[in-house]
């Protein structure tokens, strides 16, 4: 079940997206719906799901509300290791850019994954700070957003980071520190009447 009414969600159009490499940390329910929107609005797009976390109905969705019919042109590819997110970052993702010259990528829950028993710790640090890595070197080289999200990420790699919260009935979000303040706006309301506060 989604937790913003669609009007609420358009206050993720107030999230930047040139071509940099973000961090969006946050709630987890807000990140997947926003990794949704973000997926139809910006389409063709490319999400790797790291968190096991895509919900197509969630997508479908967005498509119906901003009539837009771009299902067939998002791209998803899932990792259940470690070892597959390594392979479709530094093996397949530079040639899917090339490709099909998505405009947008998503890394979803990219921490995920390395909370493995079965992988020496070491091992897992170390790839942790390549994938990251070469995901900022791709973003440079190919000169596309490329957002990672998260729950929580101490990397300091990242060009912007962004959080995407919800306190009762207010949307808070962060840009660099710099927080934006958000009414959710209930199911039957018809008109966006915005209002933010900003805090430095």
Not at 19 to 38: K, N, Q, R
Not at 59 to 83: G, H, I, P, Q, W
Not at 162 to 168: D, F, T
């Amino acid at each position: 079940m989604l937790q913003f009414s669609f009007h609420s969600m358009q206050y993720f159009d107030e999230v930047p997206s040139e071509p940099h490499f973000y961090l969006i940390e946050g709630d987890p329910h807000v990140l997947t719906e926003f990794t949704s929107y973000f997926l139809v609005k910006r389409a063709p797009s490319l999400l790797l799901d790291g968190g096991n976390s895509f919900d197509p109905f969630t997508l479908s969705f967005f498509c119906r509300k901003l009539e837009m019919d771009t299902m067939e042109n998002v791209f998803v590819s899932r990792a259940f290791t470690v070892f597959q997110l390594k392979m479709l970052i530094i093996d397949h993702l530079p040639s899917f850019i090339k490709k099909n010259r998505p405009s947008i990528v998503f890394v979803s829950f990219f921490s995920n994954l390395f909370r493995s028993d079965d992988v020496e710790e070491e091992i897992l640090t170390i790839l942790y700070k390549k994938l990251l890595f070469r995901l900022k070197e791709t973003e440079r080289r190919y000169k596309i957003p490329i957002m990672v999200t998260d729950r929580k990420n101490n990397s300091t790699l990242f060009d912007c980071r962004i959080g995407l919260h919800m306190k009762r009935n207010t949307f808070l979000l962060s840009v660099d520190q710099k927080t934006f303040r958000y009414p959710l706006v209930p199911p039957d309301q018809k008109t966006l009447d915005c209002w933010r506060e900003y805090h430095g």
